[in-house]
């Protein structure tokens, strides 16, 4: 709840995974690994410009304190965008993504999970707690700019994920493209008559930011099982996974089914929530949302048949072990995860619910007025 | 146990068997894993038995709408899994389950060698206990995770044997065009949510008379009617999941799957949701004539389409397959023209002969040894005397000879089609009676090929010809019984009586559509029905294919080649299935991958991160460049510069005091 101490860790993340790429990486790990940190500390220096200012003049740098701050407009839209750049390069959000596919695939598994599954998180977590409550009224004036943004990341991403050859790659623009229903629900909220649909899109919103947070990581550990015995990322150099290690193909299956949102996986929950509520601000903004339906299973089941199905054609495929028992222990907590929030995400919602609806008060009250 | 219990014993009895069946796969017997699934499904068949007795005979117009839990919630809406237990749903638990156990029990003869016997029961549970969900639920919600679920299973069927690249093709095509379809559903369903505010289907149907006159205007400057686009959303839905045109190109690589799954899933049941779900949603249909008349127009042509096509096929599955995307095309002209318990009625019939055919076909290629070749086959009536009864009674319920099954419902729906006042029902009846003749046509045909003429087979395949085991038999007379009688039974409770299953309000029909009570006139008793078969043209343009297949295929073996020889286009338009398969290849997915290939390789690698990201990073080092070409270390640079400035600075004061000066 303090903004310094928020700035702090912010930054302090960094290191571990900046050193966590650049040391235990691939063979590209030291351009992965300053890309990686440029690109997430230069977003992250005018947020501190931002943060310097609020603290001035709240007199305090704790964070309920500048939801209660008058900011006349154009204020808020410079605040807007100095968060939005850290934010959004941390999501992240098109067109500040391209570091994410490099950081993803020079990084060791490890990395790879905490950076799918948690990094990418704080940007969304950002923009709820800061961008949306501190400067609501900049966020509605940008709420469009970043809907066309977050249906480019789902639709363009979408489809670049398509053309990959490298497994990584493919998962982390899936992530790209995944997250991009996060901003979609978080932002579609302004377009929004009454604060019903809202609170569907917002929640539909966190929601699938928690389910990638599954989803991503069960994506990256059950690659990592694979890299361990092939160490190729390659998917041409697989084919017939399916026949060599039957257990840890089902679950894959599993893990492949949430990310094309197949009900029932936690995949599933966020994606319609944030369509059923953007439907209602307007329909051509869920008729594109919706093409990932379509984009999402083309690009994960075309590489579930190139890696699980057809007959093996690589001695090295013939050779794989099945999961061993640790391994199998990962795998089932993860479906567990996967499946318990796509069967029941009200065990979850009902949680949330009030800390949503005073963030969603808040990012939908008019600060300007205010000033009078 | 109350009704609640019994429909949830009915929906997780198979799943159950699924899960045990699915978690053991690897350290069962074959025989544990039958076991385990086929008790599963039985107790399915039994409480859905005993569910069908209670609503539609104990308590006709019962009807059960309930909550099990809140799914999610929001706000003060949530979303809930919820069953609707009625006239409509009830039918659909019967067919599912009679067929799903009698392909259970076939496959412990079909399956007995293939390595992945227990995973195969698994899956068909699993399958079972989505198409319940489907029929089962109260929501779009439910029946969106039933529709979807089907796909799933269906998706791992086809590519059961996923070694073979054909079996993992057609299952990742069949997936994907699914996904099209649900893509429009979920559309649809979106748009009910926003007007209507609940996903429940008794407050949707509530509240649809509201919606009726309400426009929207998606494109600007053109206004919709609302229930239109609604309708035409949900149908995008149906047409991918019920195979219509033109989303039908995943049907016949579906047959890639082992033939019980052809029968189950990809005949009787699965591919029905479609028609199941336009029955359902009657009460929004029956606002749209435009939507009403787009069902109508998709569902004859497809009749007509299909069928031809499937008179080129020398696969015996894929003549089936062909053959099942024209009755689904009756099936979903029937609702176009708003006689959705005639739709109902054809589903259940169909159920029953076409598992009856294509579990025939799956004894014959047992027989065959997996050569699933027409050409190959020839007099088996010989050697497989009941797999030739079987599939000769298929056949007569399929063309719709009275007293057949087939006969009651789909003449039924080519009377309903002549009576609909819809633009363009005479077009639509057209395709229906010549359909009939093609249905005769393609279906005598591999009758013929098949059983009857010469032995084509190797000398190698004939002398290991044999008759399928009990345990394939006794499942095929079991779908002959009802291939035979179930049309006389249920035609009256379900199409032609007042208080049948169907006439408690589970389905909707505006007067202006009801071609319904016109037909109830002439309904004068089963035996009556089966007298005036001659009056309609249907019945003669029936005799009429079967006479041209004698003449083709029994004959004069040789007129088939000969005829395609003379009119070379006219075969190779059916050949090429119309081209659609072409048309998807060669157009949308390359325009796709193309596509996606720009956007990787010229904009996010290009532009974004070649240009702007490392450009950035190369304009710094550039820049840095440039600096350090000032930091010489020499005196007189410095000294030079320091000069320059000032005289520069001096300059400027100057100009600057002149000017205000």
Not at chain 1, 335 to 342: A, I, K, R, Y
Request: with cysteine; hydrophobic share 55%.
């Amino acid at each position: 709840m303090d903004a310094i101490l928020f700035y702090f860790f912010w930054e302090a993340m960094l290191i571990p995974m900046y050193l966590c790429i650049g040391i235990w990486g691939g063979a590209n790990r030291r351009y992965a690994a300053i890309k990686f940190f440029l690109y997430t500390f230069l977003g992250s220096v005018l947020m501190l410009a931002g943060l310097i200012y609020l603290g001035i003049h709240s007199g305090t740098f704790f964070i309920p304190a500048f939801y209660d701050l008058p900011l006349a407009l154009p204020i808020q839209e410079w605040l807007f965008v100095a968060f939005f750049l850290a934010f959004a390069v941390k999501i992240p959000m098109w067109p500040v993504h391209t570091w994410l596919p490099d950081a993803h695939t020079e990084a060791p598994t490890g990395g790879s999970v905490v950076l799918a599954a948690v990094l990418l998180k704080v940007g969304a977590y950002g923009l709820l707690r800061f961008s949306l409550p501190v400067v609501p009224d900049a966020s509605a004036v940008f709420a469009w700019p970043m809907i066309i943004l977050s249906l480019i990341a789902i639709v363009c991403i979408g489809m670049v994920a398509m053309a990959q050859t490298d497994m990584k790659r493919l998962i982390a623009y899936s992530s790209i493209a995944h997250m991009g229903f996060v901003t979609l629900g978080i932002f579609v909220i302004y377009l929004l008559g009454h604060v019903d649909a809202a609170r569907l899109g917002y929640e539909g919103g966190y929601l699938q930011m928690i389910s990638h947070g599954f989803a991503s990581a069960a994506m990256f550990i059950g690659f990592g099982m694979l890299y361990d015995r092939m160490k190729t990322r390659n998917i041409s150099e697989y084919g017939g996974v399916a026949t060599a290690m039957p257990v840890f193909s089902a679950f894959y299956l599993l893990f492949a089914m949430t990310n094309v949102a197949l009900p029932g996986t936690s995949g599933f929950v966020g994606e319609f929530m944030v369509i059923l509520s953007s439907l209602q601000a307007n329909f051509w903004v869920a008729v594109i949302a919706s093409l990932t339906l379509i984009i999402g299973a083309t690009y994960t089941l075309l590489m579930f048949k190139r890696v699980f199905y057809g007959p093996i054609q690589h001695g090295t495929v013939e050779a794989l072990q099945d999961v061993s028992v640790l391994e199998r222990v990962i795998l089932i907590l993860l479906s567990l995860f996967v499946l318990g929030l796509g069967l029941m995400p009200d065990m979850l919602l009902q949680h949330i619910h009030a800390s949503v609806d005073h963030l969603i008060d808040l990012s939908l009250a008019h600060k300007v007025g205010a000033i009078g | 146990m109350g009704i609640h219990e019994i429909t949830l014993l009915t929906i997780f009895a198979p799943l159950l068997g699924a899960i045990v069946t699915g978690l053991a796969c690897r350290v069962w017997s074959n025989q544990a894993a039958h076991s385990m699934t086929i008790g599963g499904v039985a107790v399915g068949l039994m409480s859905a038995l005993y569910l069908a007795h209670w609503t539609l005979i104990a308590h006709p117009g019962f009807s059960d709408n309930w909550t099990l839990y809140t799914w999610a919630s929001y706000g003060s809406s949530h979303f809930d899994v919820g069953f609707l237990l009625d006239g409509l749903s009830a039918i659909m638990l019967v067919v599912v389950t009679f067929v799903s156990l009698l392909v259970h029990i076939y496959s412990i003869g079909y399956m007995e060698e293939d390595p992945g016997y227990p995973r195969f029961f698994a899956y068909m549970s699993l399958f079972t206990f989505a198409m319940l969900c489907l029929v089962l639920g109260n929501n779009f919600l439910v029946l969106f995770f039933g529709w979807e679920g089907v796909g799933l299973v269906s998706y791992l069927l086809i590519g059961f044997w996923f070694k073979k690249d054909s079996a993992a093709e057609g299952s990742l095509k069949a997936f994907l065009v699914n996904r099209v379809g649900d893509f429009g559903f979920l559309i649809g369903i979106a748009l009910l949510l926003s007007y209507v505010g609940s996903l429940d289907y008794a407050e949707v149907f509530t509240k649809a008379p509201a919606l009726a006159n309400l426009t929207i205007s998606v494109i600007p400057g053109v206004v919709w009617s609302l229930p239109t686009l609604i309708c035409l959303m949900l149908f995008i839905g149906a047409m991918g999941k019920s195979a219509q045109v033109p989303l039908h190109v995943w049907l016949p690589e579906s047959m890639e799957g082992p033939t019980p799954i052809s029968a189950l899933i990809h005949a009787a049941t699965m591919v029905t949701a479609g028609v199941y779900m336009v029955a359902r949603m009657s009460p929004l249909f029956e606002l749209s004539d435009v939507a009403l008349t787009t069902v109508m127009l998709i569902g004859s042509t497809g009749a007509l389409m299909m069928g031809l096509v499937g008179i080129v096929q020398h696969d015996i599955k894929r003549v089936i397959a062909y053959s099942t995307m024209s009755q689904l095309g009756y099936m979903m002209a029937a609702n176009g023209v708003s006689a959705y318990a005639l739709g109902i009625f054809h589903l259940t019939t169909h159920a029953f002969f076409k598992a009856l055919l294509f579990l025939a076909a799956g004894s014959v290629i047992m027989g065959m040894h997996h050569d699933q070749d027409l050409r190959h086959m020839g007099n088996l009536k010989k050697y497989m005397p009941w797999t030739y009864a079987v599939f000769l009674i298929g056949t007569l319920a399929l063309v719709a000879l009275p007293p057949f099954a087939g006969y009651f419902s789909k003449d039924a729906i080519i009377e309903a089609v002549f009576l609909s006042t819809l633009p363009g029902a005479k077009y639509a009846y057209v395709c229906l009676v010549l359909g009939a003749f093609v249905t005769s046509f393609y279906s005598f045909r591999a009758l013929f090929l098949a059983f009857h003429g010469k032995e084509r087979m190797s000398t190698h395949q004939r002398d290991s010809l044999h008759e399928s085991p009990w345990v394939v038999r006794v499942p095929l007379l079991l779908l002959a019984l009802p291939s035979v009688i179930i049309g006389a039974v249920l035609v009256e409770p379900m199409v032609y009586s007042h208080a049948g299953f169907l006439s408690h309000g589970e389905i909707t029909v505006l007067p202006n559509h009801d071609v319904m009570t016109t037909l109830h006139h002439h309904f004068d008793g089963v035996w009556h029905l089966v007298e005036i078969a001659p009056q309609g043209p249907a019945f003669w343009a029936t005799l009429l294919g079967l006479g041209f297949a004698w003449i083709a295929y029994i004959k004069a073996p040789a007129l088939p080649n000969q005829l395609a020889a003379s009119c070379k286009v006219c075969y190779q338009v059916l050949v090429q299935k119309f081209g659609f398969d072409w048309f998807y290849q060669e157009v949308i997915v390359k325009f796709a991958d193309s596509t996606s290939q720009v956007l990787y390789k010229r904009l996010d690698m290009g532009l974004i991160d070649g240009g702007i990201v490392n450009g950035s990073g190369r304009m710094v080092a550039y820049v840095a460049g440039l600096m350090r070409r000032l930091q010489t270390g020499y005196l007189y640079h410095y000294a030079l510069i320091m000069l320059l400035g000032l005289v520069a600075m001096v300059t400027w004061f100057m100009l600057r005091h002149y000017h205000i000066g």
